[in-house]
Nanobody
Framework: QVQLVESGGGLVQAGGSLRLSCAASGSAFGINARAWYRQAPGKQRELVARIFSGGTINYSDAVKGRFTISVDGAKNTVYLQMNSVKPEDTAVYYC???????????WGQGTQVTVSS
């Protein structure tokens, strides 16, 4: 079992920056990918960024060039650096660890990010 705790959300002005953290506790054995998703009011949850265990990284078109996902293996923590934020980035951001062979899918409780114009 893996427990994920996000932090770093808050209110930021458009054009500003924010860094989200996701601290994981428990065994990360068999985790194939670590990702950030977001869900805005009235919308479906969507993938923001994902990093695979082999190092490949994917970003959604909406955040490409502005957001950066990274992993600190020693701390078992995943980060999302958000730069040049826009009001449309306002959402609850969720951390996700997935292991396909192990058949697991862990989620954090979410952290609110609000971007004011």
């Amino acid at each position: 079992q893996v427990q994920l705790v996000e932090s770093g959300g808050g209110l930021v002005q458009a054009g500003g920056s924010l860094r989200l953290s996701c601290a994981a506790s428990g065994s990360a054995f068999g985790i194939n990918a670590r990702a950030w998703y977001r869900q805005a009011p009235g919308k479906q949850r969507e993938l923001v960024a994902r990093i695979f265990s082999g190092g490949t990284i994917n970003y959604s078109d909406a955040v490409k060039g502005r957001f950066t996902i990274s992993v600190d293996g020693a701390k078992n923590t995943v980060y999302l650096q958000m730069n040049s934020v826009k009001p449309e980035d306002t959402a609850v951001y969720y951390c996700n660890f997935a292991g396909w062979v192990r058949g697991v899918d862990f989620w954090g409780q979410g952290t609110q990010v609000t971007v004011s114009s």
